[in-house]
């Protein structure tokens, strides 16, 4: 591997308190994501709504005749098959019970930020979720006591974020659970006027996580997160590229496009469904960073599918951004 490539390397082995890690970056490719989703939502919306004129209400509500996955699936565009799942509903703020926290644990998520308040301070970070109930979170910085004699995240509060790749509805409650769908923390909504809160935001933002992605097109196979384990290169890079994706089966990613690093977490849901967080680490001196990157692919896709050996990326209408082929060995 060349040296450049192990400097990378290193720093996404760094993303701890003293590193600083951007989330800023990552959440401007979000946004790209979001108004990719918001078009998506409004031409479902005409639609449907033509549609209704022509055939009136009943035709809305009946059940496609077909079983096949694809049919079943709710159409893109049209939001959440069931709306407690819908990820806007997670938009506000939450008292935590379980994770290993105090009782006067607090997690606020606003569309894709989150802030975890705790007696000693509060931990930032970044989350994002899907209509099928697909999350992922990553904390990235900290303020106060909250990280005084730590040296990673992986101990610190909200670490237990880390583990969730789903969430579940029970009344007005959520349920966070870990790839084993075993409960991890349970997020009861705060009282409203609570002094110790700060004023709820508009969940207004957060509706765009709620558009179901169009399913993968023909001659695309939409894929299972063990299929996709292993580094990617873009398709036609010469060998020994630098551009790297590489998927690992712990759900944590890691990527470069030649000499800037880029890591986070990944969790995938039916039919290629994909959720990626992460952070940019501090950019090597003299490192440009390029106007589309492997890691923009990863973080403005809604699923992966595989066209024959090529990891292909689409974002919410179905459209590939991105194609990924197998790095050759090293």
Same mark, same amino acid.
């Given at each position: 591997?060349?040296?450049?490539?192990?400097?990378?390397?290193?720093?996404?082995?760094?993303?701890?308190?003293?590193?600083?890690?951007?989330?800023?970056?990552?959440?401007?490719?979000?946004?790209?994501?979001?108004?990719?989703?918001?078009?998506?939502?409004?031409?479902?919306?005409?639609?449907?709504?033509?549609?209704?004129?022509?055939?009136?209400?009943?035709?809305?509500?009946?059940?496609?005749?077909?079983?096949?996955?694809?049919?079943?699936?709710?159409?893109?565009?049209?939001?959440?098959?069931?709306?407690?799942?819908?990820?806007?509903?997670?938009?506000?703020?939450?008292?935590?019970?379980?994770?290993?926290?105090?009782?006067?644990?607090?997690?606020?998520?606003?569309?894709?930020?989150?802030?975890?308040?705790?007696?000693?301070?509060?931990?930032?970070?970044?989350?994002?979720?899907?209509?099928?109930?697909?999350?992922?979170?990553?904390?990235?910085?900290?303020?106060?006591?909250?990280?005084?004699?730590?040296?990673?995240?992986?101990?610190?509060?909200?670490?237990?974020?880390?583990?969730?790749?789903?969430?579940?509805?029970?009344?007005?409650?959520?349920?966070?659970?870990?790839?084993?769908?075993?409960?991890?923390?349970?997020?009861?909504?705060?009282?409203?006027?609570?002094?110790? @809160?700060? *004023?709820?935001?508009? $969940?207004? =933002? %957060? +509706? #765009?996580?709620?558009?179901?992605? &169009?399913?993968?097109? /023909?001659?695309?196979?939409?894929?299972?997160?063990?299929?996709?384990?292993?580094?990617?290169?873009?398709?036609?890079?010469?060998?020994?590229?630098?551009?790297?994706?590489?998927?690992?089966?712990?759900?944590?990613?890691?990527?470069?496009?030649?000499?800037?690093?880029?890591?986070?977490?990944?969790?995938?849901?039916?039919?290629?469904?994909?959720?990626?967080?992460?952070?940019?680490?501090?950019?090597?001196?003299?490192?440009?960073?390029?106007?589309?990157?492997?890691?923009?692919?990863? @973080?403005? *896709?809604?699923?992966? $599918?595989? =066209? %024959? +050996? #090529?990891?292909?990326?689409?974002? &919410?209408?179905?459209? /590939?951004?991105?194609?990924?082929?197998?790095?050759?060995?090293?």
């Amino acid at each position: 591997m060349p040296d450049v490539d192990r400097a990378v390397e290193a720093q996404l082995e760094r993303f701890h308190p003293g590193t600083a890690p951007s989330f800023d970056v990552v959440l401007a490719r979000r946004r790209r994501q979001d108004v990719r989703r918001r078009a998506l939502g409004a031409s479902a919306a005409v639609a449907l709504g033509v549609t209704a004129l022509g055939a009136g209400p009943a035709l809305l509500d009946r059940a496609a005749p077909d079983e096949s996955p694809a049919a079943s699936a709710p159409a893109a565009g049209r939001g959440a098959p069931q709306s407690d799942l819908r990820p806007s509903r997670l938009v506000g703020s939450w008292r935590v019970s379980g994770g290993g926290e105090t009782p006067s644990a607090v997690l606020r998520l606003s569309p894709r930020r989150l802030t975890l308040r705790q007696p000693c301070g509060k931990m930032s970070g970044v989350w994002s979720a899907g209509p099928d109930g697909v999350f992922a979170a990553q904390i990235g910085s900290g303020s106060g006591g909250c990280l005084r004699g730590m040296s990673s995240f992986t101990s610190a509060p909200g670490h237990w974020l880390a583990d969730v790749i789903r969430f579940r509805a029970d009344g007005e409650r959520r349920i966070l659970v870990d790839a084993q769908d075993r409960p991890v923390a349970t997020l009861l909504p705060v009282e409203s006027g609570s002094a110790s @809160l700060p *004023a709820e935001s508009s $969940a207004e =933002d %957060g +509706d #765009v996580m709620d558009v179901v992605s &169009a399913l993968p097109g /023909p001659g695309l196979q939409p894929v299972a997160p063990e299929q996709v384990a292993g580094r990617w290169v873009p398709v036609g890079e010469p060998r020994g590229t630098r551009a790297f994706l590489r998927l690992a089966d712990d759900r944590s990613w890691k990527a470069s496009h030649s000499c800037t690093g880029t890591g986070g977490l990944w969790s995938a849901g039916e039919l290629g469904r994909i959720e990626a967080v992460g952070a940019y680490a501090i950019p090597l001196v003299g490192c440009l960073q390029p106007a589309t990157s492997v890691s923009d692919w990863l @973080l403005e *896709a809604d699923r992966l $599918a595989l =066209d %024959g +050996d #090529v990891l292909v990326l689409l974002d &919410a209408a179905g459209n /590939p951004i991105g194609r990924l082929e197998r790095a050759a060995p090293q």
